[in-house]
C-alpha cells in the first residue's frame, strides 16, 4: 500500500466518525457537551497537520548532511572540464 493510499483511508475513517457524530447517528452525554469543539475539530487537524509538516520540512533542512568530499570532486571535474575546453579552443 502506498502512503496515499494509507493517508486516504485513515483520513476516510475519520471523516466517517466524525460525520457519523455531527449526523446524530451516535448519541451519547459526552457528544452532547463537546458539539462545538466537535464541529471545527476538522480545522484544528488542518492546522495540526500543517504545523506537523512545516516542522518535518524544517528539521529535515537543518539536519541536511554536506558532502564536502563530493563537493570538492565536483569542483576537480569542473576544472579538468575546462581545461579540456580551453585544449579544444573555447574560450571564457
Not at 17 to 29: A, D
Not at 42 to 50: E, N, S, T
Request: charged fraction near 20%.
Amino acid at each position: 500500500m502506498t502512503k496515499l493510499l494509507e493517508w486516504i483511508s485513515v483520513i476516510s475513517a475519520v471523516f466517517a466518525v466524525w460525520y457519523s457524530i455531527v449526523g446524530g447517528y451516535v448519541k451519547h452525554p459526552i457528544i452532547d457537551n463537546n458539539i462545538s469543539i466537535i464541529l471545527v475539530s476538522p480545522i484544528i487537524f488542518v492546522i495540526l497537520f500543517g504545523l506537523y509538516a512545516a516542522t518535518v520540512v524544517l528539521y529535515r533542512v537543518f539536519t541536511f548532511n554536506n558532502c564536502e568530499e563530493a563537493a570538492k570532486e565536483l569542483q576537480a571535474e569542473i576544472a579538468e572540464a575546462r581545461k579540456d575546453l580551453l585544449d579544444k579552443g573555447m574560450k571564457f
